[in-house]
């Protein structure tokens, strides 16, 4: 069974930083992109950042310059490194993992989501 576990998130400063990590587990065999999301109070979900499998990123425009994903292939995680975190900033943030293949199926799938809250 396929799961994706996050982890680092926390209350922090305006100006500090945090790092986000999922890791998928389960009989993967290959992972097309995974990325992270976040949803605030009253507000629809939206991507943070995005990383195929060969590298390629993109970023909400909110957060260019700020943030960086990354991903370890070998171990399917993927990290979020947020530096200079505004108020805006907070909210549940969601691991995915897209187009997830196992010897069965093939489909997206979602972290539990880890809570980011920036203020002083």
């Known amino acids: 069974q396929v799961q994706l576990v996050e982890s680092g998130g926390g209350l922090v400063q305006p100006g500090g930083s945090l790092r986000l990590s999922c890791a998928a587990s389960?009989?993967?065999?290959?992972?097309?992109?995974m990325g992270w999301y976040r949803q605030a109070p009253g507000k629809q979900r939206e991507l943070v950042a995005r990383?195929?499998?060969?590298?390629?990123?993109n970023y909400a425009d909110s957060v260019k310059g700020r943030f960086t994903i990354s991903r370890d292939n070998a171990e399917n995680t993927v990290y979020l490194q947020m530096n200079s975190l505004k108020p805006e900033d907070t909210a549940v943030y969601y691991c995915?993992?897209?187009?997830?293949?196992?010897?069965?199926?093939?489909?997206?799938?979602w972290g539990q989501g880890t809570q980011v809250t920036v203020s002083s």
């Open positions: 995915n993992a897209e187009g997830l293949s196992t010897i069965a199926t093939r489909g997206d799938y």
């Open positions: 990383i195929t499998t060969g590298g390629s990123t």
């Open positions: 389960g009989s993967i065999f290959s992972i097309l992109a």
